[in-house]
């Protein structure tokens, strides 16, 4: 396993605006991963961080709404963007090894409410 | 469409008692299974998996049985104590050339144990 933290832990922010959540690893890992788990539902794939290279986003995210960067292999961000009341989340990063166990791993996650 | 279904959305049970926690899938692509916990303010942490080629995978308290022609799988906690309260996701991926290994959730289960 590994070491995840997430920063913010929470934040409150007003619509039209954006943040960044950064999501730092203490060992380096193959994959990072963003998911956002909005009020009462499961967690939801957003995209993959690939490292030195453009995130492959699931269907229905868009770069222009979630960019995300991934300089190396222990660290990644998530912009959230031009926010609306309906990206209130909990916003998590996940890491994956690699090999044969595909088990993945989780940050705290970054609680954003926006009004 | 959710291809990860967790139908009952809370259990409650006796300390001491078994626990048996329930989810269903669609895909049949679908070829590795885990189980996550996850406490409030906190990210999931994952419990125990379980391979398409076994049907059965016990560590400790926990097993996961996995019956693949009925693409259902289930947890149980055996004894259960208090501090197994917590909200339960099961996961699913599928491993195919050129994929990353993303998963896909359920809406979860929430685990009351009564002291």
């Known amino acids: 396993s590994a070491v995840i933290s997430q920063k913010p832990s929470r934040d409150i922010c007003q619509r039209g605006t954006s943040l960044t959540i950064q999501c730092q690893v203490d060992?380096?890992?193959?994959?990072m991963f963003w998911y956002r788990q909005q009020p009462g539902q499961s967690l939801t794939l957003i995209a993959t961080a690939n490292q030195g290279s453009e995130a492959t986003y699931e269907s229905g995210f868009v770069i222009d709404k979630f960019p995300i960067s991934r300089p190396n292999l222990t660290f990644s961000t998530l912009t959230v963007s031009n926010m609306s009341p309906e990206d209130s989340s909990i916003y998590l990063c996940s890491v994956d090894f690699g090999g044969r166990a595909r088990e993945q791993f989780f940050g705290p996650g970054t609680r954003l409410t926006v009004l | 469409d959710q291809q990860v279904k967790q139908n009952s959305p809370s259990l409650s049970v006796q300390e001491g008692r078994i626990s048996i926690l329930n989810c269903d899938y669609t895909n049949s692509m679908f070829d590795y299974f885990l189980w996550y916990k996850k406490y409030p303010a906190e990210g999931p942490t994952f419990l125990i998996s379980?391979?398409?080629?076994?049907d059965k995978n016990e560590d400790g308290r926990f097993t996961v049985f996995l019956n693949k022609s009925a693409k259902h799988l289930s947890l149980h906690i055996v004894p259960s104590q208090p501090g197994d309260s917590a909200v339960y996701f099961c996961a699913a991926s599928a491993l195919y050339t050129g994929a990353n290994s993303k998963l896909t959730f359920g809406k979860g289960i929430t685990l009351s144990v009564r002291p």
């Open positions: 379980i391979s398409s080629i076994k």
């Open positions: 060992s380096q890992v193959t994959m």
